[in-house]
């Protein structure tokens, strides 16, 4: 069974500062990869994904992602946080059935100012 | 366009108490999902469905029936509500292959 591993529970950076929210996966096929963003009391809101292609992925809000299939990663960057950005992120993989996801458990970030 | 609504916002059972909570795009999609956060474990996946009348079992079903009789709405449904399962469910849905667009979420507490 597919499974997404988010080892950071929270992390805290300086706005202005770079940062890396790490993800991997386990899945036996070729993986369809997401990062979602939650603000507090929210829903969640799609910043990037990867079906196929280029490895480096854009998203909305000047994040992007790169898929490592070697190291089973798929971590989420931003080269300059902003405080509107402090939020829980997740990362998900879809399975080819259904499009079910599987979610990873989330990474609480802070922005201190 | 509203994309994926959910109703109602929030919810207070006694145990033992049923309700159903709907879920509604608008999107054409054939794709329909129901979710629970809870604290720590991210979304689990409880029911989804691949089409208008079909439905089919996820990661934590029990406690849980769905109905999907128009392909805009999917219905989640507590038979006799525990104490387990307050939490934040959420509705999504998707075209084939596609991403997921997610409701703004229903707050179930049960006591």
């Known amino acids: 069974a597919q499974s997404v591993t988010q080892p950071d529970i929270h992390i805290t950076v300086s706005e202005g500062a770079s940062l890396e929210l790490r993800c991997n996966y386990s899945y036996g096929a070729t993986p369809y990869l997401f990062w979602y963003v939650q603000s507090p009391g929210q829903g969640l809101q799609l910043l990037l994904k990867?079906?196929?292609?280029?490895?480096l992925v854009q998203g909305i809000k000047g994040f992007e992602a790169e898929f490592k299939r070697s190291q089973s990663s798929f971590n989420l960057r931003k080269p300059s946080v902003h405080w509107s950005d402090a939020a829980e992120y997740f990362c998900a993989v879809s399975t080819g059935t259904a499009s079910k996801l599987t979610f990873g458990t989330g990474t609480r970030l802070q922005v201190t100012l | 366009n509203a994309g994926v609504t959910q109703t109602p916002k929030f919810r207070v059972l006694k145990t033992g108490q049923s309700m159903t909570l709907l879920c509604a795009q608008d999107m054409n999609h054939e794709y329909m999902y129901w979710y629970r956060q809870d604290p720590g474990m991210g979304l689990r996946l409880i029911h989804y469905s691949v089409g208008e009348g079909t439905t089919a079992k996820g990661e934590v079903p029990d406690g849980y029936n769905v109905s999907r009789l128009k392909k805009q709405n999917f219905l989640l449904g507590l038979e006799s509500a525990a104490p387990s399962q307050t939490s934040v469910y959420f509705c999504a849905s998707s075209s084939r292959g596609e991403t997921q667009y997610f409701g703004p979420g229903t707050r179930l507490l049960v006591l």
């Open positions: 990867y079906f196929s292609g280029d490895t």
